[in-house]
């Protein structure tokens, strides 16, 4: 199990991959290609005439992409070679051509071209370092370049508290960059980047009756998950009970050669649980059903590791029961998982209609006003931020770009005319990119799993943005389509009940488990050397004052999340 990196440098470019720790199996030109030991399934390189490539790549349409290469690509070639093959006949067009999830790396002409998949599955990053380039699907690898010079980017923290994650291409080290998903981002040997977008969705008229919509979706939901079963092999589904897995389950109980292990989380004790939910469609699928109890002692020892293990901090407490999960369902022998993530940003779920209502009642004309509205939707520390950060901290970002730069393209007129679909655009191409798909890939792969998520298929996506907002919100019935198209696979107590989602007790743990833990980390002396909070409001939120307001432990959750995350990467003041 192994990711890669690709460095170039006047002199040795193979030594910049010795020194993070890597095996350079390839040196073309003036690139070394190699691969790093770390949680990934990295293969190559690779080599189609004059292109060299190593990448992390799995393929859910191999065959189809076969069919027009002939005899070109060899019928048991890895899924990176025959992606190279598609680059290397067809151009961006073949890549566009595949689904699946991959983050490529090739050699062309002296250039170092980076390619990452249509919706941003596995991760991938670059940055100058020194006259040349380095580039991988590891941001720790990246970090110890010897030849780059880097530290913390203010502007990051400020969106990473504001949204729990990192929306674009910014990271917390500055300097280093996230390709975007859906784009080629070409490094040439001057200097330069260009950056070419090969796959957006597209918001199509589509006038058809909502039955011939809700059939369409279904086929091709049944495809989405089919090409993701492993032959021959057991698969396991995570199942929280909500309309999303729930479908994804019965779906894979319906198509796969053996039966589906499900699984679930319990967090024990009176927290409220939707375990019923998840046991009545195991029943009801005839999976072979696993619950796992995460007590907040085990969270609490774990949290600091599992934090470690992404490239970039998510303010999300389901990460440490997410980790647990993978490693119980790799300890079955069990290589695949699939998943219910997608259905949200894809056909339109919570944070829609909060959005449109402020539509309807907004009085400020300005482009920016629906972009401030998002930022408020999310309830993280946004509007904590004057009181939050310190006053050195606020000095430096006062020129930094505004947050609403982040949305403003995918919020305003342009490709998506119905403000419906602008949301979802916002939310596939920020949260679904950046924090769900990452989040998960990275959490799975630690355990030697490969997650995958059927909603999130480019085909899927493809069809939710022809079909007309009435039937993704019909009223306020979120994800209306997908409901109708699943409807007979799964209890009506199942379809018809509106999302809860699952309550995580962070405040419990927080006061609990984890209360030493935050007080040291958070007043602790490397926090302070730091320098990026005041220490009155981090101890008034530690005491529980203002305790009518329930955010407190969420918030609290973010800034204990990215303290590790600044510790395990020993990014100083």
């Known amino acids: 199990m192994s990711r890669w990196c690709a460095f170039s440098t006047p002199d040795d470019p193979a030594g910049q991959v010795r020194a993070v720790g890597g095996h350079p199996v390839s040196v073309t030109g003036r690139y070394a290609l190699g691969l790093l030991d770390g949680p990934g399934i990295a293969e190559g390189p690779f080599t189609v005439g004059e292109l060299t490539a190593i990448g992390e790549v799995t393929l859910f349409n191999a065959a189809q992409l076969r069919a027009p290469l002939g005899t070109d690509a060899p019928p048991d070639c890895p899924d990176g070679?025959?992606?190279?093959?598609?680059y290397a006949r067809f151009g961006l067009d073949g890549i566009a051509a595949a689904d699946g999830m991959f983050a490529l790396a090739i050699v062309d002409r002296g250039d170092l071209v980076l390619i990452r998949d249509h919706v941003g599955t596995r991760t991938l990053f670059h940055a100058r370092a020194g006259k040349g380039w380095a580039a991988?699907?590891?941001?720790?690898?990246?970090?110890?370049?010897?030849?780059?010079?880097?530290?913390?980017?203010?502007?990051?923290?400020?969106?990473?508290?504001?949204?729990?994650?990192?929306?674009?291409?910014?990271?917390?080290?500055?300097?280093?960059?996230?390709?975007?998903?859906?784009?080629?981002?070409?490094?040439?040997?001057?200097?330069?980047?260009?950056?070419?977008?090969?796959?957006?969705?597209?918001?199509?008229?589509?006038?058809r009756t909502a039955a011939e919509h809700a059939l369409e979706l279904r086929e091709l939901l049944q495809d989405a998950v089919a090409r993701r079963l492993p032959a021959g092999e057991p698969v396991g589904v995570l199942l929280s009970g909500g309309i999303d897995s729930s479908l994804v389950t019965a779906l894979a109980a319906k198509l796969h050669d053996q039966r589906v292990r499900s699984y679930s989380i319990s967090f024990g004790g009176t927290t409220p649980n939707e375990l019923a939910y998840s046991g009545l469609v195991a029943t009801h699928c005839n999976t072979d059903h696993r619950v796992l109890t995460v007590p907040g002692e085990t969270v609490a020892s774990?949290?600091?590791?599992?934090?470690?293990?992404?490239?970039?901090?998510?303010g999300d407490p389901l990460t440490v029961p997410n980790l647990l999960l993978a490693e119980a369902v790799a300890a079955e022998g069990i290589r695949v998982v699939l998943n219910g993530e997608g259905g949200d940003p894809v056909f339109g779920g919570p944070k829609n209609l909060p959005m449109l209502i402020f539509e309807l009642s907004r009085d400020d004309p300005s482009p920016d006003a629906r972009a401030l509205a998002y930022?408020?939707?999310?309830?993280?520390?946004?509007?904590?931020l004057p009181v939050l950060l310190s006053p050195d901290v606020l000095t430096a970002l006062a020129d930094a770009p505004p947050l609403t730069d982040l949305l403003s393209p995918y919020l305003s007129q342009g490709r998506m005319t119905s403000l419906l679909n602008q949301l979802l655009h916002t939310n596939l191409r920020t949260?679904?990119?950046?924090?769900?798909?990452?989040?998960?890939?990275?959490?799975?792969?630690?355990?030697?799993?490969?997650?995958?998520?059927?909603?999130?298929?480019?085909?899927?996506?493809?069809?939710?943005?022809?079909?007309?907002?009435?039937f993704k919100l019909a009223g306020t019935s979120e994800k209306w389509i997908l409901k109708q198209a699943v409807r007979d696979l799964l209890p009506a107590t199942i379809v018809d009940r509106p999302k809860s989602g699952m309550r995580v007790p962070v405040q419990q743990w927080l006061s609990g488990p984890l209360r030493e833990l935050g007080h040291d980390l958070l007043l602790g002396s490397s926090a302070r050397a730091r320098g990026l909070f005041r220490a009155d409001t981090i101890r008034s939120w530690l005491r529980g004052d203002g305790a009518l307001l329930p955010r407190q432990g969420g918030k609290l959750w973010?800034?204990?999340?990215?303290?590790?995350?600044?510790?395990?990467?020993e990014v100083g003041p």
Not at 81 to 86: F, G, R, V
Not at 176 to 203: A, F, K, N, S
Not at 302 to 314: K, M
Not at 377 to 383: A, E, G, I, N, Q
């Open 431 to 470: 949260k679904g990119a950046h924090h769900i798909l990452t989040k998960v890939e990275r959490l799975t792969a630690a355990s030697g799993l490969e997650g995958r998520a059927p909603l999130f298929d480019r085909a899927v996506i493809d069809h939710a943005f022809r079909v007309p907002g009435r």
């Open 375 to 384: 930022l408020d939707s999310y309830r993280k520390c946004y509007s904590d």
């Open 302 to 314: 774990r949290l600091a590791e599992t934090v470690s293990l992404l490239d970039c901090p998510v």
């Open 558 to 569: 973010l800034v204990l999340s990215l303290e590790l995350w600044l510790r395990s990467f």
């Open 81 to 86: 070679e025959l992606l190279l093959h598609c």
């Open 136 to 207: 991988s699907t590891s941001l720790r690898a990246l970090r110890r370049c010897p030849t780059l010079r880097t530290g913390l980017h203010l502007p990051a923290v400020r969106s990473f508290l504001t949204f729990a994650y990192l929306p674009g291409t910014e990271t917390l080290l500055r300097g280093i960059h996230e390709v975007l998903p859906g784009r080629c981002v070409r490094l040439q040997g001057d200097g330069t980047m260009t950056e070419e977008t090969y796959w957006e969705p597209i918001e199509v008229e589509d006038n």
